[in-house]
């Protein structure tokens, strides 16, 4: 079974400052990694993925993300805020088998506030 | 390309009603997912369909909720009759065959009083 821990329920940066969120996951095997962010009242977006090779993933609206298997964590960064950056963030992993693609196992989400 | 569409965006019922949400997923995707999200939470697999066939329904309880994939094109998940515990944001995601991540619509929201 696969599991992801989202540390901090809420997360709040002043705009400009470096935003770090967390990410811990757990399963019998390599898994897939995600991060997705939601805004209110709209669906998930896909923010960017690790399946194979760099381990550092650069993903949409300056966002990245590093696999480390060796701490079992997929962190979320940005070097700069930006007050459209407050929003849900979600970190899921699904299973790297064919069969498991998409079926996404979600932490329960970090909620980004951001102040001017 | 046209996102994932789902029918209504908000649903207000009282318990023990029945509720159908409705899902069109991006042309040409294989794949289609119906996830609960309560809030608070993170969203949770309901079932997943492979074309018109189930694939995964391990999380979907089923003495209460149904879905189906007529024709391996639109969706439509029902719960009848609903509980309080079923309010929830309802997504729907579709992925084409052999891709890594789904693709979410906007979801209903649904409210059981």
């Not at chain 1, 599991?3 to 967390?22: D, I, K, M, P």
């Not at chain 2, 007529?70 to 609903?82: C, E, R």
Request: charged content about 15%.
């Amino acid at each position: 079974a696969q599991s992801v821990t989202q540390l901090g329920s809420h997360v709040s940066v002043s705009e400009g400052a470096l935003v770090l969120l967390r990410c811990n996951y757990s399963s019998s095997v390599p898994p897939y990694l995600f991060w997705y962010v939601q805004y209110p009242n709209q669906g998930l977006q896909l923010l960017l993925k690790y399946t194979t090779g760099a381990t550092l993933v650069k993903g949409i609206n300056g966002f990245e993300a590093e696999f480390k298997k060796s701490e079992t964590s997929f962190h979320l960064t940005k070097p700069s805020a930006h007050m459209s950056d407050a929003a849900e963030y979600f970190c899921a992993v699904s299973p790297s088998s064919l069969r498991g693609y998409g079926k996404l196992t979600f932490g329960q989400g970090t909620i980004l506030t951001v102040h001017p | 390309e046209a996102g994932v569409a789902q029918s209504p965006r908000y649903k207000i019922i009282e318990k023990r009603q029945s509720v159908a949400f409705w899902c069109n997923p991006i042309s040409g995707h294989a794949t289609l997912y119906w996830y609960q999200q309560i809030l608070g939470q993170g969203p949770k697999l309901l079932i997943q369909f492979q074309n018109n066939g189930v694939v995964d329904d391990s999380q979907l309880p089923k003495d209460r909720f149904s879905a189906e994939r007529l024709k391996g094109v639109d969706s439509t998940l029902k719960i009848q009759p609903a509980k309080l515990e079923d309010s929830a944001v309802y997504l729907c995601a579709s992925s084409p065959r052999g891709h890594t991540e789904a693709f979410f619509g906007q979801g209903t929201r649904l409210t059981v009083v």
